[in-house]
């Protein structure tokens, strides 16, 4: 199970940290995801992060201000977003796993958090 939190509204340039609790599996060994989907459009992957946080990886509108971390002894994952634009306002997921198959298939998926970027 994947519960994310930390969603919410803030304006432009201000900064949001999404968690997610991770149950049911062993998260240590799992490299995890966030996904974000903005209204009428479809799922967009933003950033993955390996087993120990050894490597992290961002689409490149991200890149510089969003960070993706974990913490393996509390199964928790976590992405601060900063500089937040009106562009990053979505429904933003945590995921189970890495690479493009992640958007195929919703059953890895969190139930979502909003984070909305308006004035």
């Known amino acids: 199970q994947l519960v994310e939190s930390g969603g919410g509204m803030v304006q432009p340039g201000g900064s949001l940290r999404l968690s997610c609790a991770a149950s049911?599996?062993?998260?240590?060994?799992?490299?995890m995801s966030w996904v974000r989907q903005a209204p009428g459009k479809g799922p967009e992957w933003v950033s993955t992060?390996?087993?120990?946080?050894?490597?992290?990886y961002y689409t490149d509108s991200v890149k510089g201000r969003f960070t993706i971390s974990r913490d393996n002894a509390a199964n928790t994952l976590y992405l601060q977003m900063n500089s937040l634009t009106p562009e990053d306002t979505a429904l933003y997921y945590c995921?189970?796993?890495?690479?493009?198959?992640?958007?195929?298939?919703?059953?890895?998926w969190g139930q979502g958090t909003q984070g909305t970027v308006s004035l």
């Open positions: 995921v189970r796993g890495a690479g493009s198959v992640i958007l195929k298939n919703r059953n890895n």
């Open positions: 049911g599996f062993t998260f240590s060994i799992t490299d």
């Open positions: 992060i390996t087993t120990i946080g050894r490597n992290t």
